[in-house]
């Protein structure tokens, strides 16, 4: 569920309407919803509300410091990736004592700043990344939090690109071995053993490979808990979303398609997990990227050119690759709605196989191909939907396309939270060298 939907046929963002957005702040544009990224996180807490937990929010997912500002202020904690991750996260008023730190490459600066921030645990993912940990610690005199990663070897069923939880990975240390490492790392003195962590992979949308893993790991949780007084179990992250549709089903009938995918719902995923963690007692971790952030944006591009080649209709617009990875990256599917319904949109007489491309050379420089769309033409705008995870997180400035800017709507208020970046500034950290001159 989430908060953009058809009002008398024009697309709003709560009571906001898109197109006065794109209008005032310019196209392309990524809008976020306050209400659905409170709502969504409102719904995991409660889900856990079972066992002592608490959630930390995916950083990578989506890194806006209004959109991290919002989810301190609803009382999450943060999983980052990066010492720069763990930087936004206090930039954007978040407590960096609810954070935990995962990554298999963390770096000596990365890990020194941790430490002086004072995190709450690192997930480590190898042995001679403890032993870095501990040497840095030792030198800063402080005892390192520490939570091991496993991989459990559960396929998670989902795009290969995104599954990390099986020996094929880089991520984590195999079960088989996780309970030697623990030894050795209880005789390095500078660390503390605070838990467990897994992540089996993103936008799983069955509950199926969560339970197998937890299943696997609960028994090891209990060893850990008894040998090294362990507290807490992360699960990870890795709740899909549904992509397809993305409006609510009254709003979107004359549109989208009527298959509706299973939903992994938060209600789903506890009541098929407390049962096997509540007996455990450590506290329960969960690291939601996608579920929160995922359906609460969208990314909106003006059309400014249609070209029919008489095999293909292209529509171009002005967001690319660049902005939206997702598509090429992982042919993942976003709706694509015009900002407003014509009576009549819904027939298929009205529509046309449309392929919806950005600007950029590249023939990965799409966002669909071959989808029924209305008829749309030159400066006409269409929302891509359920842009808000892995969106502009991974956006770049290939071809020299400045970032676009974003907006975060609450209620009748919005706000630019990031403003369209300036083309000078592409290349304000560059210098001709003087022997060129
Ligand atoms: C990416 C990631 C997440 C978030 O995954 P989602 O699928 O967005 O929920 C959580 N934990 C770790 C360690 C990750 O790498």
């Not at 819904?346 to 600007?359: A, E, R």
């Not at 966002?367 to 006409?380: A, I, T």
């Not at 709507?409 to 592409?426: D, H, M, N, Y």
């Amino acid at each position: 569920m989430h908060d953009f939907s058809f009002k008398r046929g024009k697309l709003y963002c709560e009571n906001i309407s898109v197109a006065s957005l794109v209008k005032k702040h310019g196209s392309p544009l990524y809008i976020y919803s306050h209400a659905t990224l409170t709502r969504n996180f409102g719904l995991l807490d409660n889900a856990l509300s079972p066992v002592d937990h608490t959630l930390h929010f995916a950083v990578k997912a989506s890194s806006n410091l209004g959109v991290l500002r919002t989810l301190a202020n609803a009382g999450s904690g943060f999983d980052i990736v990066s010492g720069g991750e763990l930087q936004r996260v206090i930039a954007a008023g978040g407590d960096s004592t609810k954070c935990v730190f995962a990554g298999v490459g963390k770096t000596e600066e990365d890990i020194e700043l941790a430490l002086k921030k004072g995190i709450y645990a690192f997930s480590a993912e190898s042995e001679p990344e403890l032993v870095r940990i501990n040497k840095i610690a030792r030198r800063l005199k402080k005892k390192a939090p520490i939570a091991v990663r496993v991989n459990p070897n559960v396929d998670a069923k989902t795009h290969a690109k995104i599954t990390t939880g099986t020996y094929d990975n880089k991520f984590g240390i195999a079960f088989e071995e996780i309970e030697g490492v623990y030894e050795r790392a209880a005789r390095l003195k500078n660390l503390y053993l605070r838990g467990i962590q897994m992540h089996i992979g993103s936008q799983l949308t069955d509950v199926g490979p969560f339970e197998k893993a937890v299943r696997k790991v609960a028994p090891l949780a209990k060893r850990l808990t008894e040998k090294h007084g362990i507290e807490f179990f992360s699960l990870g992250g890795g709740v899909g979303i549904v992509y397809e549709p993305a409006l609510a089903s009254g709003d979107a009938k004359w549109w989208c398609s009527t298959k509706r995918k299973t939903l992994l719902t938060p209600a789903r995923y506890a009541a098929k997990l407390m049962p096997l963690l509540k007996p455990l007692g450590l506290r329960i971790l969960i690291e939601p990227g996608r579920f929160i952030a995922g359906n609460a944006g969208i990314l909106v591009t003006r059309v400014e050119y249609v070209k029919q080649t008489g095999v293909k209709n292209f529509v171009i617009v002005d967001a690319a690759m660049n902005d939206l990875a997702r598509p090429s990256l992982y042919d993942s599917y976003h709706e694509i709605v015009p900002l407003t319904q014509k009576p009549g949109d819904h027939l298929k007489k009205n529509q046309v196989s449309s392929d919806v491309v950005g600007p950029i050379c590249e023939s990965s420089d799409y966002f669909c191909k071959n989808r029924m769309l209305p008829k749309v033409g030159e400066s006409d705008f269409l929302a891509l939907l359920s842009a808000g995870a892995y969106g502009f997180v991974m956006a770049s400035n290939y071809n020299a396309r400045p970032y676009p800017a974003e907006v975060l709507v609450k209620g009748s208020r919005a706000e630019i939270v990031r403003k369209r970046q300036p083309v000078k500034q592409l290349w304000a950290s560059e210098t001709v060298p003087k022997w060129l001159k």
